[in-house]
T-cell receptor, first 116, second 112 residues
Framework: AQSVAQPEDQVNVAEGNPLTVKCTYS??????LFWYVQYPNRGLQFLLK??????LVKGSYGFEAEFNKSQTSFHLKKPSALVSDSALYFC??????????????FGQGTTLQVKP | EAQVTQNPRYLITVTGKKLTVTCSQN?????MSWYRQDPGLGLRQIYY???????DKGDVPEGYKVSRKEKRNFPLILESPSPNQTSLYFC???????????FGPGTRLTVT
């Protein structure tokens, strides 16, 4: 069965420091991987995706993520955190295959707290 | 502007009183789905639809119904809500070309 794990409920980082939000996955076949962000009282916003190609993908708001097939990981990173990055972050996987239904399996979410 | 809309945004109801949460998208996407979000569990898929009149169960379908009579609309129906359906609900629309899901703003439901 497909699954996604975000091992940290919360990540705290000082503004200006680099940040990492961890994600590991378990899926048969080639995974399609995503990061979404949820600000308070808002819906989920797409940050970035890995479908194929370069293992380092860049997304919105200066975020990037590295796909590591051997470690089955897709950690979210940013070189310099901003207070406005504070939000709830979700990693998700989709084993799309031929049906391409787009069904997402989500991790439990990680709250990122950036302090001034 | 491409968007997914949901109504209502907030709803407090009592056990057993039927309710419907509407969802509409303006992107002409074929695939739509409903998720519920619960603390510590992330989002879980309730139902999905691959096109008009084509719907199927997701991972947590018990207690819910859906319909897809028009491509743009995908309402979620709770025939007899119970307190364990208190949750935050999201409708999503899927772009098959970009592999991206577009989420609505969410509906916070409380069943007492």
């Amino acid at each position: 069965a497909q699954s996604v794990a975000q091992p940290e409920d919360q990540v705290n980082v000082a503004e200006g420091n680099p940040l990492t939000v961890k994600c590991t996955y378990s899926v048969s076949g080639n995974p399609y991987l995503f990061w979404y962000v949820q600000y308070p009282n808002r819906g989920l916003q797409f940050l970035l995706k890995y479908i194929t190609g370069d293992n380092l993908v860049k997304g919105s708001y200066g975020f990037e993520a590295e796909f590591n097939k051997s470690q089955t990981s897709f950690h979210l990173k940013k070189p310099s955190a901003l207070v406005s990055d504070s939000a709830l972050y979700f990693c998700a996987v989709s084993g799309i295959g031929s049906s391409n239904t787009g069904k997402l399996i989500f991790g439990q979410g990680t709250t990122l707290q950036v302090k001034p | 502007e491409a968007q997914v809309t949901q109504n209502p945004r907030y709803l407090i109801t009592v056990t057993g009183k039927k309710l419907t949460v509407t969802c509409s998208q303006n992107m002409n996407h074929e695939y739509m789905s409903w998720y519920r979000q619960d603390p510590g569990l992330g989002l879980r898929q309730i139902y999905y639809s691959m096109n008009v009149e084509v719907t199927d169960k997701g991972d947590v379908p018990e207690g819910y119904k859906v319909s897809r009579k028009e491509k743009r609309n995908f309402p979620l129906i709770l025939e007899s809500p119970s307190p364990n359906q208190t949750s935050l609900y999201f409708c999503a629309s899927y772009n098959r070309d970009s592999y991206e899901q577009y989420f609505g703003p969410g509906t916070r439901l409380t069943v007492t």
